[in-house]
Structures are given as C-alpha cells and as structure tokens.
Nanobody, 120 residues
Framework: QVQLVESGGGLVQPGGSLRLSCAAS????????MRWYRQAPGKERELVAS???????NYADSVKGRFTISRDNAKKTVYLQMNSLKPEDTAVYYCNGNILTYSKTYSNCWGQGTQVTVSS
C-alpha cells in the first residue's frame, strides 16, 4: 500500500506562517505532478497550488504571492509554505497526485488532510 500523508497544519494567527508537508509513504520510486487542495466547511474543494515534475508551479489567485509549493524528490515529499495567512485560508488541506512505485503507478491519490486554522 502507498499513501500520501500530510502534516504541518495547526492554529496560527493572521499574518503568520505554516509549512505543510506531504510525504509519500511506502516503497516509492517517485512522486509525479503534485497538487495541494483545500476545503472549507460548506465550500467546494479548491485547487490551491500545483507543481510538475519539472518544477513548474501554478497557484490559485487567492494565494498567489503568499503560498509557495515545492518538492524534494529525494524525500518523496511536496511542501506548501504558507505566509501572510488570512482567516479565509482556514480549511482542511489535502495533498493529491500520482505516486510511482517500482511496480505500479497510483493515480489521483489523496492524503487524509491536515487542518489549518487561521484565527486570532
């Protein structure tokens, strides 16, 4: 079995920062194109940021300039650095992407999510 495991969420004051991590667990050859989503209560899941194997990134307008997605291929991990956090950023953040093992490609894998709460 393989899975994506998010960590790094928590409670932070407006203007603060958090760094989320999403690590692929199992016998992993590589992680491919990866994405961070978030979902606030009563709202649809929103694509926050994405990063390709080649390192090309894209961001939702709501987070552009504040969030940075990055990856560490050796650690099979993708990160989301979140700065200048706003209460509107409060949501469960999910990691999503394709995981390549030595025998199979697991497409559209989702982590269990990590809660980010921005509040004073």
């Amino acid at each position: 079995q393989v899975q994506l495991v998010e960590s790094g969420g928590g409670l932070v004051q407006p203007g603060g920062s958090l760094r989320l991590s999403c690590a692929a667990s199992g016998s992993i050859f590589s992680i491919n194109d990866m994405r961070w989503y978030r979902q606030a209560p009563g709202k649809e899941r929103e694509l926050v940021a994405s990063i390709t194997i080649g390192g090309s990134t894209n961001y939702a307008d709501s987070v552009k300039g504040r969030f940075t997605i990055s990856r560490d291929n050796a650690k099979k991990t993708v990160y989301l650095q979140m700065n200048s956090l706003k209460p509107e950023d409060t949501a469960v953040y999910y990691c999503n992407g394709n995981i390549l093992t030595y025998s199979k490609t697991y497409s559209n894998c989702w982590g269990q999510g990590t809660q980010v709460t921005v509040s004073s």
